[in-house]
Structure formats: structure tokens, C-alpha cells
């Protein structure tokens, strides 16, 4: 009976190569945010999970992207908001 298993990793192989870098500026992203959330009239998202994903996504991009992406996040949060309360005025 043998104490090694195929499923095993193995312990002494090289490290896995680290993750791309975003494909986007963190700033753009941001930025393309806000535009589409500036322009809607309800939210683009289907459900609360959705939103609050979203929102979570824009903190994070805030984070890497230093001081200007931490304002962008805060007008992206307050849009979200916006659009919230349109959502529950028209229900």
C-alpha cells in the first residue's frame, strides 16, 4: 500500500506563475462605471447580490487605483445609491 497518492500535489514542483495584471487601468474601469451608471434610469444589475457585488468590485479597483480611484468609488457608490431609491419609488 503506498503512503502517495496521484491526487497529491506535489510538494517540491516550481510555484504556479502569479496572475496577469488587470487587462484595464483600474482608473478606466472605474471610470466606465460611473459613465454607465451616470446614464442609466434603473439599475443595471438583476438583483440586490448582483449590486452589492458590483459595488464591491468598485472598492477593490479604488484600492489599487490610489486617492482618485477612491473618489471614483464613492461617486459610483452614491449613483448606486440614486438609482436604488429611483427603484424603490417606482415599486
Known amino acids: 500500500m503506498s503512503r502517495f497518492d496521484a491526487s497529491h500535489p506535489d510538494l517540491f514542483a516550481p510555484a504556479p506563475a502569479p496572475p496577469?495584471?488587470?487587462?484595464?487601468?483600474?482608473?478606466?474601469?472605474?471610470n466606465d462605471m460611473l459613465s454607465a451608471l451616470r446614464a442609466a434610469d434603473q439599475l443595471p444589475w438583476p438583483d440586490p447580490a448582483a449590486t452589492m457585488a458590483e459595488e464591491r468590485?468598485?472598492?477593490?479597483?479604488?484600492?489599487?487605483a490610489g486617492a482618485e480611484g477612491a473618489r471614483l468609488a464613492?461617486?459610483?457608490?452614491e449613483e448606486t445609491e440614486r438609482l436604488l431609491a429611483a427603484s424603490e419609488q417606482a415599486a
Open 20 to 30: 496577469a495584471p488587470p487587462e484595464r487601468a483600474p482608473l478606466d474601469q472605474l
Open 57 to 64: 468590485r468598485a472598492l477593490g479597483l479604488a484600492r489599487l
Open 74 to 77: 464613492a461617486a459610483i457608490l
